[in-house]
């Protein structure tokens, strides 16, 4: 899939418009060390914090995630032995073995892990559902004025002779990358109080902006929109909480004429569980084929078929997040990547961040490229 790429204006202004965000909303929102009113709590826009203003004021405690996961098991423990009471009286007396719901059971199971770290970013226990159409962190929202790489890739290549190139870039060692990410949820509780749909679109550029001979280009911009539909999940694996399981279609693209045209099509799979201060996402998935004209037919062996996403966060504001791929094969076809993400704390919205790369794939027209990257910059908001 090609398309033209955003103009720069476009892509700075979008890229202000998430720095000036977070401030705005600081502006609107009461301090967390001020002593809240009513008058303030009514004040506020989102749902999510007039509520936990309210709790605030009427001296009412948050249920901690463990707490939480702790009454969904005791529901379910009861709700299992109202079951098997259900099927003694239907045994006994040949009569209808239903037995009456308990809203405070199914309450209670519906809102296992509140305000764990995946419940904050997908809304998943019942009580934290906050409606469509509000827009959420999804991927890091940075800039990354020094993007320094081992190895540029001045004659991108792939096994279709319509998108080898035939001459050398000219391209600088060190040039900036800047990348916007967001996600909205379009449908909720498709089943009974569970089952979300998400759109999200990432968009990440690399730009030459040091290469006055070339009239500091923008060397790649790829684009990220995909549709998902996100479960609840309650379960536990080895101290881990499993909360979430996804499926949807992921379409990526660098919107370029060939021979530097590259895209694929997957279906994607995310298994989220966290603990306390940490979130992990496994994400297999399945490529779909583009059939005779594809752009890159080896980008599984290089770009992988799956990858998992580890996050620490620190009460302190410091957050560390590991990210691998790999192409789930043995011999020469054993390939991946490895990125580090470090943010921290700098100055009101603004957080410094840190980012190494290292294997194949760091963007698009690199796919079946190995270099080591490293970035420093500034984070606009977090996404855990």
């Known amino acids: 899939m090609s398309g033209r790429p955003a103009s720069p204006a476009a892509l700075c202004a979008c890229t202000l418009l998430l720095a000036w965000a977070p401030a705005a909303a600081d502006a609107q929102e009461p301090r967390p060390d001020a002593a ?25 405690e948050t249920r901690t995630p463990a707490q939480a996961d702790a009454a969904a098991e005791r529901a379910a423990e009861l709700a299992g032995g109202r079951m098997e009471e259900g099927e003694r009286r239907f045994n006994l007396f040949r009569s209808d073995p239903q037995v009456p719901a308990d809203p405070h059971m199914d309450a209670a199971m519906a809102n296992v892990g509140k305000g764990s770290l995946l419940d904050s970013r997908w809304e998943l226990a019942r009580d934290s559902k906050l409606g469509l159409f509000n827009f959420r962190a999804y991927k890091p929202v940075y800039l990354l004025p020094a993007f320094w790489t081992s190895d540029p890739n001045v004659r991108p290549h792939s096994p ?43 968009q ?10 070339v009239s500091r280009p923008f060397r790649e911009t790829n684009y990220e929109p995909e549709v998902m539909l996100v479960f609840r999940t309650g379960y536990s694996v080895l101290g881990w909480k499993g909360r979430m399981a996804a499926a949807g279609i992921n379409h990526q693209s660098n919107g370029r004429e060939d ?52 996050v620490r966060v620190l009460p302190n504001g410091h957050q560390f997040s590991l990210g691998v791929r790999h192409s789930l094969r043995g011999g020469d076809r054993s390939r991946g990547a490895v990125q580090l993400d470090w943010a921290f704390p700098l100055l009101n919205a603004f957080r410094g961040h840190v980012q190494v790369f290292d294997g194949y794939g760091e963007s698009m027209i690199d796919y079946n490229h190995r270099a080591t990257y490293f970035g420093l910059g500034v984070s606009l908001m977090e996404w855990y």
């Not at 279709?160 to 190139?165: E, G, H, I, Q, R």
């Not at 967001?182 to 759109?199: A, I, Q, S, Y």
């Open 36 to 60: 809240p009113t009513i008058d303030a709590c009514v004040a506020i826009e989102s749902s999510a914090l007039r509520l936990a203003c309210y709790d605030t004021v009427a001296g009412r």
């Open 160 to 202: 279709n002779p319509d998108n080898a190139a035939s001459v050398d870039q000219s391209l600088d060692r060190m040039e900036s990358k800047f990348q916007v990410s967001f996600k909205t949820k379009v449908v909720e509780n498709l089943f009974g109080d569970n089952g979300d749909v998400w759109t999200a679109y990432t």
């Open 204 to 213: 990440s550029s690399r730009w030459q902006v040091f290469n006055g001979d």
């Open 259 to 310: 021979p530097y045209s590259r895209s694929w099509n997957r279906v994607m799979f995310n298994f989220g569980f966290d603990r306390e201060g940490w979130a992990l996402n496994i994400r297999p998935w399945i490529r779909m084929s583009d059939g005779n004209d594809d752009d890159n037919p080896d980008i599984s062996d290089f770009m992988g078929r799956g990858d998992a996403t580890l």
